[in-house]
């Protein structure tokens, strides 16, 4: 989609965006109704578990049509690869120093 | 053979360098005046040495810090000669304390411990993010990487001056912070917290805009570099033919792409705590002087330092691996040989840029960190290093059977090998846990990383200046001049970081306005461990090798701007050059090639059996007239 | 020579080079925004038992906000559309609806900032917590003077912690009324600003960052809705690769702002 390979038709193009509004909306009530649901019973964790995967899946969406990403060039996707897992590599090691402390010490 | 390898009409003086316009067709047509040729030019050549100019001069004051901090050293409190006074008048009593005689008159002024530390600061900031980063990347990798690859200029001209406004201003910031009341940052060039948020001085705040332009710009160049070597590299020249000067600054413009933000988002948190008083990195209850302050707290101190290390260390490969670039070119030129093991050095440094982002908390072993993730870690650091010696040794194989010629860029290559190598090795105990333990804030780190940058990286930088300035002036700088500067650097760099290891194998911490004192045999006699009279005295030592290292430099500096205008004259390849970029006119004029050159072999074809001549450049249209029947 | 592929696919990349460039910004933009949610990750887990807060921010707000956002991407993806077919009146129209809808972004962020810089947590001498945004204050209202008195609009709790939790169900039933509390009353006062806790500073943080981006992204639509179309007459190519690059940014900052939300208001 992204160059002139396939000719831009105005009206599918429309209807195209339209979808991907009304999915988005939808992902959107889904997240704020799964927040005000009493799933997981007073603990916050699987509802933001749940929460976070619509999210992802919106992101998706978004990323993959809006942005083309789904017919994008290997080149793009390269990069992005790295980037992620450059990214997932900050947060998760990260996260593991934090809570791997030396034998013995105490827990704060 | 002189006359074959120019394609074009070598650079008259007075004909119109700018002969590249008629093909700009609609953009210029009339010469360009000053501000718009000098400061707000877009062509890559100027950019680049617009960098390379401000960054010498922030490099010279960074020493200059230095200079001083080393006195502070070697006689803590005592009035420092000519320079005491000057800083008195600049930073106050406060800062610059008055030294008196028996009698209560002024004698002159010493570095306060505060003055001490401020200048710390800004010595490491302003080495690594105003001086070599911008000299070796942006410089460096301005001028030469576009004419290296056959391009005309960078993908994006207008992004690269911003950048170049970016960085200057962000370098105006860093030392506007000197003048402000409290002075500059305190709190070192990694700006722990929550040190760096309970220092009583706004300095922290300039450092942290300052950053924040920095990074800004090193983005911008970051992007534009990778986008001109992905899309400008002329017909031909395919991934494994790229000169590998042209692969090392890929592979930083990726580090500085990917790993830079994240120092970016630390410096937002930090500027907000410093600012707008959040706690991202105070923690609960903390107390300053025994006060508890008013702090919201539930920050994390340690989270500072994940994401400045993150950036940090690949920081480290940014530093040096465009000093490895020019070292290769150098040498490949100088020994008349196909480089060592190119497909080798390739890989390694795709291997380096990769490993560079997963080995950043063994500079963090000291936190308390569990043993689990410190084996990961130094799991990552001891595998890095595999990539790292395979390049340093691509370059010691290269010099194996060469008819090696000696000059000055080849000097100072050759001076970056031993250097490096020192720099290099003596960073494995500090990679390792347990010994990191114990050598971990002491001057063994200093030498360490000053053996890696200052002998390293700055050789490989006086190595790439000697060597391109005749493409930029199209004259060369002065041999014998050169020669003194390289064997006078050389051995007082020896004399100053050398000892350094001794010093800090002995318990000597960094950090210390004193130098140790407190810590001495002499002061507190009978106490174990303490620094002997021995280690003391080097304080005094290094401080003279470092004043005699500062006079080293003057013959580069006259010699720089003497040969812009009485250097030796020389045609468009005076070193015989393979590469595409010495296949321009000389200067290169705006736009570069007077035609696209189209590369048809590698980029170190020297000395190939059956040529007459000991070169065989890169691009098409020299092969035909040089020789017949090649491959 | 000049500047190659500007306008054009280079072969063997598939790609023109301001599409790379962008992909490029892009990639260090998640970099920067992974640097951020990284911290919120380790402040969140972070946090002690019962501190950190939970439905402190407006729903309805943030949920007008994403589809406000989503809107814009879905015109922002059109004006590009409309060049393609060659209707530059379209063209013009669909990015004039994306500035407004970014503009009643801001407008809408803007008021929620406000909101939050007028709320107050007022603890008092008796060990019970005022909690309520500003209504009035007295022309002698003084705290370290302890004259006047400062009026709110809100509830009286007894434990710190019934403030954290704003969807509890005792938190649903507090009874919102005006309180006039006398400076004397007054052991220690806060807005709800930055530095009120880790939430607050990341909040602020994360979504002011992000609406820097918006208007950032605004100011370039507009440059390119304005002035810069003029380069339709002259190269209409290049400049809807430049309102495609353009997007691409917009796009993004809709996508950070679809994880800013769920994050910020609904966990």
């Known amino acids: 989609m992204s160059e002139s390979e396939h000719p831009v038709v105005f009206k599918d193009y429309t209807r195209r965006c339209l979808l991907v509004l009304l999915a988005v909306a939808c992902m959107t009530a889904m997240m704020i109704a799964t927040s005000f649901s009493s799933i997981g019973s007073g603990s916050w964790t699987p509802k933001v578990a749940l929460i976070l995967l619509i999210a992802s899946v919106n992101a998706f969406v978004i990323a993959g049509f809006l942005m083309h990403l789904l017919s994008e060039k290997k080149l793009v996707y390269t990069i992005l690869a790295f980037t992620v897992f450059f990214f997932i590599g900050l947060a998760g090691l990260t996260i593991w120093a934090m809570n791997d402390l030396p034998v013995g010490s105490a827990k704060h | ?631 | 020579m000049e500047i190659p592929y500007t306008v054009h696919k280079r072969a063997d990349t598939g790609l023109y080079n301001a599409k790379l460039g962008i992909w490029l910004f892009l990639a260090s933009e998640v970099m920067l925004f992974g640097g951020l949610f990284s911290a919120y990750i380790l402040l969140r887990v972070g946090a002690g038992e019962g501190t950190w807060p939970h439905g402190w921010l407006d729903v309805r707000l943030g949920t007008i906000n994403t589809i406000l956002l989503a809107l814009s991407a879905i015109t922002t993806l059109l004006a590009w559309a409309a060049l393609k077919v060659k209707e530059f009146g379209k063209f013009k129209f669909f990015h004039a609806c994306t500035m407004l809808l970014a503009l009643t972004f801001l407008g809408i962020k803007s008021y929620e900032y406000y909101d939050k810089f007028h709320h107050y947590e007022i603890q008092l001498n008796n060990g019970t917590i005022a909690d309520g945004h500003f209504v009035e204050q007295s022309a002698d209202f003084d705290l370290a003077k302890k004259t006047g008195t400062f009026t709110i609009h809100g509830h009286i709790v007894e434990r710190h912690a019934e403030l954290m939790d704003m969807r509890s169900d005792e938190a649903k039933k507090a009874k919102h009324e005006e309180h006039v509390i006398a400076a004397a009353d007054i052991k220690h006062m806060e807005n709800y600003s930055p530095r009120h806790n880790t939430f607050t500073a990341i909040y602020f943080t994360m979504s002011g960052l992000h609406a820097l981006h918006i208007l950032g992204g605004t100011l370039v639509i507009f440059y390119l809705w304005g002035p810069g179309s003029r380069m339709w007459k002259t190269d209409p190519e290049r400049f809807t690769n430049r309102i495609e690059v353009s997007g691409l940014f917009w796009h993004f900052v809709d996508l950070v702002w679809v994880f800013l939300f769920p994050v910020l208001y609904l966990t």
Not at chain 2, 566 to 573: F, I, P, Y
């Open chain 2, 1 to 631: 053979m002189e006359k074959t390898v120019q394609q074009f009409p070598p650079f008259r003086e007075g004909s119109a360098p700018h002969q590249g316009h008629d093909d700009h067709g609609h953009q210029e047509h009339h010469e360009p005046g000053f501000w718009q040729k000098y400061i707000f030019s877009t062509d890559h050549k100027v950019i680049g040495i617009q960098y390379g100019l401000v960054a010498l001069s922030f490099m010279l004051f960074g020493f200059f810090l230095m200079l001083c901090m080393r006195w502070s050293i070697a006689h803590p409190m005592k009035a420092m000669p000519f320079i005491g006074g000057i800083l008195h008048s600049i930073v106050g009593s406060q800062m610059a304390s008055p030294v008196k005689d028996a009698s209560g008159t002024i004698i002159g002024y010493a570095m306060s411990p505060e003055l001490y530390n401020s200048f710390g600061a800004m010595h490491g900031t302003i080495m690594v993010f105003l001086g070599v980063v911008p000299l070796a990347f942006a410089a460096f990798g301005n001028y030469v990487v576009p004419l290296m690859i056959g391009a005309p200029d960078m993908t994006f001209p207008r992004i690269n001056m911003a950048s170049f406004h970016a960085f200057f201003l962000g370098g105006v910031v860093m030392l506007v912070s000197f003048f402000i009341p409290g002075g500059a940052a305190q709190a070192g060039w990694t700006s722990y917290s929550p040190l760096a948020s309970t220092i009583p001085t706004n300095g922290q705040a300039f450092w942290l805009v300052g950053m924040v332009l920095l990074i800004t710009s090193s983005l911008l160049g970051a992007v534009n570099f990778i986008a001109t070597i992905i899309q400008l590299r002329a017909p031909g020249m395919t991934w494994m033919r790229l000169p590998w000067f042209v692969w090392a600054q890929f592979v930083t413009a990726f580090i500085l792409l990917l790993a830079f933000p994240p120092l970016e988002a630390a410096g937002v948190l930090q500027l907000m705590d410093n600012v707008a008083h959040t706690s991202f990195f105070l923690p609960t209850g903390l107390a300053v002087s025994g006060v508890v302050g008013q702090a919201s707290g539930g920050g994390s101190p340690l989270l500072w330092q994940h994401l400045f290390w993150f950036l940090g260390h690949p920081e480290v490969y940014v530093l040096i691996l465009p000093a490895m670039g020019i070292v290769i070119e150098v040498i490949a030129n100088n020994t008349r040989k196909p480089i060592f093991g190119y497909k080798s050095l390739v890989y390694s440094s795709l291997g380096v840029g990769f490993l560079s982002f997963i080995v950043w908390a063994h500079h963090m072993y000291m936190t308390g960190m569990g043993q689990k993730i410190a084996t990961f870690f130094q799991a990552t650091t001891m595998i890095i290093s595999i990539p790292s010696v395979i390049i340093l040794t691509c370059m010691f194989l290269s010099l194996w059977g060469g008819s090696i010629r000696i000059n000055t860029p080849m000097l100072f290559a050759l001076g970056f090998l031993p250097m490096f190598g020192i720099g290099g090795l003596t960073g494995l105990p500090l990679g390792l846990a347990a010994t990191d333990l114990y050598l971990h804030d002491t001057y063994y780190i200093i030498a360490h990383f000053h053996y890696v940058v200052a002998p390293g990286t700055i050789f490989g930088l006086f190595a790439g200046i000697y060597f391109w300035f005749p493409k930029m002036t199209g004259r060369k700088m002065n041999e014998f001049w050169g020669r003194v500067h390289f064997w006078c650097s050389l051995v007082f760099m020896n004399l100053v970081f050398m000892p350094m290891f001794a010093q800090g194998i002995k318990g000597m911490i960094r950090r210390m306005s004193d130098g140790g004192v407190n810590y001495s045999a002499a002061r507190v006699p009978g106490a174990i461990d303490t620094l002997p009279g021995s280690v003391m005295e080097l304080n005094g030592w290094i401080l003279w090798a470092a004043i005699a290292l500062g006079i080293a430099q003057i013959p580069f500096i006259i010699n720089l701007f003497w040969s812009i205008s009485h250097g030796e004259k020389v045609g468009t390849n005076p070193w015989s050059a393979t590469t595409v970029d010495w296949q321009t006119p000389t200067p290169p004029p705006h736009g570069n090639f007077a035609t696209e050159p189209h590369i048809v072999r590698g980029p170190y074809e020297y000395s190939v059996p059956g040529h007459t001549a000991d070169f065989t450049p890169q691009s098409e249209t020299v092969a035909a007239k040089n020789s017949t029947g090649h491959h």
